[in-house]
Structures are given as C-alpha cells and as structure tokens.
C-alpha cells in the first residue's frame, strides 16, 4: 500500500488514480457484501485502506435510488431514477470520498487537512476532520458559498477563509500551501476520495438488482465524480459482475462549461473558462482538475455532454420538488435539467433506464427558494378566513 503523500505523476504531472491487483478483480469478492448494509464501506476490499478498524465514518453512503415515475411520466419516458446524495451524513456525496481521504490521513499521520471548495467540500471535510480530531483548513470563494455550506464548515469547527477570487484561484493557493506544508490536500485531486465516490457505481447496480442503467446523467465541476462513478462501474465490468456499461452524460451550467463544449464540439483541446458564472454554486467551476478523466470517461463510455442555463436549472428543481418530493440543490438540479434537454431532443429515449444523480441537499442553499416564490399569505387565526382563502 503506497503510504508516500504525492498527488501528482512526478513524470508528466497528471493526476494519480488508484488501481487494484488483479487478484481482487474476481466475481467471488462480491460474496463479502451481501451481508453488509448498504453504504461506502460494504465494497471495502475495493477501497484503499489497510487498517479498517481505523476507518473515520459518519454512516455515509447507502442512500436511496428513487424510482421517479410521475417525472419520467411527464417526459415520457419509463424508468428514471434519482440517486438521492443529499441523504448523505452533511447532505452531500463529498462524504463518501472523505471518509476515505480522512481515514488516509490518519493512516498517513497527519494532523492537519485543508481543501478549496465552492461549499459541499469543505462543510463535508470539517466534519470529518471532527470525528478524526484533525485540524481543517478551508478556502471558499469569497460571497459564493451557499449559506447553508457554509454555516456547516463553521460549526463543525473549521478554520474557515474566504478567498478573494473564485474557487479556482483557492484551489491554486491551497495545493501550494500543502505542497509546502505538512497538510493534507482532500480536494478532488486527491485520488483516495474518488475511491469512496465510486461507491455510488456499486449501489446504483445493488439497488437494481444487479442490472446496469443505459445511462447515468451526471453534474459536472471539477469533474471527479463523473470520472469516480465510471472507474465504479469500469471495475465491476472488470470483476465480471456486468456484462456492459453505462453512458456517461456530464451536464455543466452555461456559464460554466469547459467540458461540455469540449464534448460537444469534438475537440482534443480543453478552453477553459476564465469567469465561471452560474447560480448552481457547486459547479462554478472554470478549470476541472480531473478533466482528463472526465473526457475519458464520457468518450470511452459512449457518453455524451450538455449544458443546461440557470433557467433550466431552476425550474428542474421545483419539478423534481413537486412531482418527486425530493428537494435538491442547483447543482443538483443540473442532472435533471440535463434530462429534460436530452429527452426533448431525442437523446433519451422512451425505454432507457436512466439514473441521474442528484449530489447535494436543497436546504444547503434556502436563498436562491425564497428569492423566487413569495412569502407565505397571512391571516388572522380565523377558521372562516382560512376557507374563504383556500376555495378561490
Ligand atoms: C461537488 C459537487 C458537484 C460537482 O462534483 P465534481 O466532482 O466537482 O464534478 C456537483 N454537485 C454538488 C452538490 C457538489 O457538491
């Protein structure tokens, strides 16, 4: 097990990723997790630590795959699920690669961790550097965190500093800083978070009873999940546990989308966006670090990449809110949003089974509901009053 602390290729500088010994890659393994309940840890042969009794867990991972009938009725299409992120111990996906990433740093001997983070990172590290009694470190964009992250990140006891500039220059000072210092880097360049994020590949396919989507609709940022859910299902293939697999689509904001236009236009040659701007928070993000895996992923895969606008977004939130009771984030909506386009253009069809997954919480950013919708009427404690106003 390599306990050296390098985040890059030291040859050409590209991101590391972790692989197995191909003695594990064997449909057998999977007769350990029948008995254990769902979550990250129930695929821990395929997750890197050495020491389990020193795994760093809030009870991560495990959440629902919702089969969303009345939304898929209204696009006309038969199967769509949503995998339900938000249901996660601080309502993101980011907890099952930091139970991974924290746990590595205790085995590591760190005592500090630090990440950049445009929200749902740093609340997620702060909680877990709790639980582990490690000191974090945060840098968020200045004014563009959602205030739901952010009052995370403080109360579970994080030194919390707001960057002048957006998530990409904190996350060019923050691998400076722990390129320097002995301080443990857990943003997504961090290959041992991708690990625990696979984890949602391996749940989509327990939850379907060991079938595998035709198409798994994505959010992308700085692109690790979408490249950890295709490594997931790449190593199920591989243990010969599927016998296909997925489409990966990634959907990026307008404003935000360096991948999706690479994608979209074919080229070799990533553009990326100086001034990411979009009300999804999440994936305001300019220069993905993990693009290449991300590319690699949507073109190996047969996937394909879309944009959605901040209109499209938001109505894909309530949607989602009112015909699935399932309250998401901007970001979050981003998948559904990728949904509708796709299947208006033909790009989903009608007996595909599709899974979009949904990362984050829609309570962590209450601001952008109230700025939409009008205050609650008010009335005096009136029952007449009360039927008068409900039969208009
Ligand atoms: C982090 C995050 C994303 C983006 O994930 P990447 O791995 O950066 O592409 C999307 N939605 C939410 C809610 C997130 O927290």
């Not at 769509?80 to 992120?85: A, D, L, S, T």
């Not at 990326?272 to 290449?292: D, L």
């Not at 952008?368 to 409900?390: M, S």
């Amino acid at each position: 097990m390599p306990s050296e602390i390098i985040y890059m290729c030291r040859r050409c500088g590209d991101l590391l990723s972790v692989e197995y010994n191909v003695d594990l890659m064997r449909p057998e393994i999977a007769s350990n997790w029948v008995g254990r309940a769902l979550s990250v840890w129930r695929y821990a042969e395929l997750l890197p630590i050495v020491d389990r009794n020193k795994i760093v867990s809030l009870g991560e991972g495990g959440t629902s795959l919702n089969k969303c009938d009345r939304l898929g009725g209204y696009l006309g299409l038969k199967e769509v699920y949503v995998k339900n992120e938000g249901e996660n111990p601080t309502g993101s996906f980011k907890d099952r690669g930091m139970t991974v990433g924290v746990t590595k740093a205790l085995e590591m001997s760190m005592k500090r961790v630090a990440c950049a983070s445009t929200g749902n990172t740093s609340a997620s590290l702060a909680a877990y550097a709790a639980k582990a009694g490690l000191e974090c470190i945060v840098l968020i964009p200045s004014g563009k965190v959602a205030l739901g992250k952010l009052v995370q990140a403080i109360i579970y006891g994080a030194r919390v500093i707001q960057v002048k500039g957006n998530f990409d220059d904190a996350l060019r000072i923050v691998e400076e800083l722990c390129m320097t210092q002995p301080i443990y880097l857990l943003n997504s360049i961090n290959p041992y978070r991708l690990e625990g994020q696979k984890t949602i590949a391996f749940e989509i396919w327990d939850q379907l009873g060991g079938k595998v989507p035709d198409k798994v609709i994505v959010p992308v940022g700085n692109a690790g999940n979408i490249s950890a859910i295709w490594k997931g299902f790449r190593e199920l293939y591989l243990m010969g546990l599927i016998n296909r697999l997925p489409r990966m689509i990634g959907i990026q904001a307008e404003g935000a989308a360096p991948i999706a236009n690479m994608i979209k236009m074919g080229s070799s040659e990533i553009k990326f966006v100086e001034k990411p701007e979009t009300i999804a928070t999440a994936i305001r993000i300019g220069s993905p670090v993990n693009w290449k895996k991300a590319v690699k992923a949507i073109r190996e895969s047969g996937g394909l990449a879309e944009t959605v606008s901040d209109e499209e977004i938001l109505s894909a939130q309530k949607l989602l809110a009112r015909l699935e009771g399932i309250f998401v984030e901007p970001a979050s909506a981003a998948s559904i949003a990728g949904l509708i386009k796709l299947s208006k253009n033909g790009l989903v069809e009608k007996d595909e089974l599709v899974v979009c997954v949904a990362t984050g919480h829609g309570l962590k950013d209450p601001d952008i509901i109230l700025r939409q919708f009008p205050k609650p009427i008010e009335i005096e404690v009136d029952v007449n009053t009360l039927i008068k106003i409900l039969s208009v």
